[in-house]
């Protein structure tokens, strides 16, 4: 119960408020509950036994309307009322004020409350900065790991390139030496040599000009095995 309704004085207000107008049980707790802001909110096991009291003592009286008990203040309800003006007048001033200090909690709670939720959006938007920052720079070093494997790839492969044109050019050289007796004209060694630097010339310029994979490596290799035995038939 709030403090202001000590010592009986919940029942002077209840007078009070049936002698504004009647009204059942329910809209009495509803009253008070908007008269003090919500804060004091009266359970129906304290205001219908004070109801049913003042009933008993014939300073109210009641009837039933669409179920509902209505009551209403008797004549000799208001002269209980009467007599105690200067009462009710210095509780409805207690009422008055602390309806003012629980508005200024209220409005304290609520600063307080926006307050702390400034802060806390501050601080969200200084970790959205923070985590823009540091995406930039992970995407900035993503960016950078993906250049070097690019450069490190393209490394691997000019070297597996290499590789693979010394295999081909001693692949020649044998296909040369076991396929050419000597007995051909100097023209015929001139021209075969020609057709062979051509050829190569003409695979490495292709190359170049092409993304190499392991898998054009190898077909390229088996290619040119199979063209190196035909060679050497040819010339046997």
């Given at each position: 119960?709030?403090?202001v ?39 129906p ?10 009933e008993?003592?014939?300073?109210v009286?009641?009837e ?9 203040i ?6 209980e ?25 209220v ?8 307050r ?7 601080q ?15 995407a ?5 790991e ?35 007796t ?28 092409r ?26």
């Open positions: 119960m709030s403090p309704f000590g010592h009986g004085r919940l029942r002077l207000y209840l007078l009070k408020l049936l002698e504004e107008s009647p009204r059942h049980g329910y809209e009495v707790i509803r009253l008070l509950q908007d008269r003090f802001l919500g804060v004091y909110s009266p359970s096991g304290t205001i219908y036994p004070r109801l049913a009291r003042l008993e003592e014939g300073l009286t009641h039933v309307v669409d179920g509902k008990k209505v009551f209403t008797t004549e000799r309800g208001r002269a009322l009467n007599e105690r003006l200067d009462e009710l007048a210095d509780l409805e001033q207690e009422i008055a004020d602390s309806v003012r200090d629980i508005a200024r909690e409005k304290e709670d609520v600063r307080d409350t926006v702390s939720l400034r802060e806390e959006l501050t969200m938007a200084r970790d959205v900065r923070q985590g823009a920052r540091q995406a930039d720079e992970q900035r070093r993503a960016q950078k993906a250049r070097r494997a690019q450069r490190e790839a393209w490394r691997t492969q000019k070297a597996e390139w290499q590789r693979q044109t010394t295999e081909w050019k001693e692949e020649w050289k044998r296909v040369w030496a076991d396929g050419f000597g007995e051909g004209s100097p023209a015929g060694d001139a021209r075969l040599g020609q057709m062979l630097a051509e050829f190569v010339e003409e695979v490495r310029s292709d190359a170049a000009n993304q190499v994979t392991e898998e054009t490596l190898a077909t390229a290799q088996d290619a040119l095995y199979e063209a190196a035995r035909r060679i050497r038939d040819a010339l046997r």
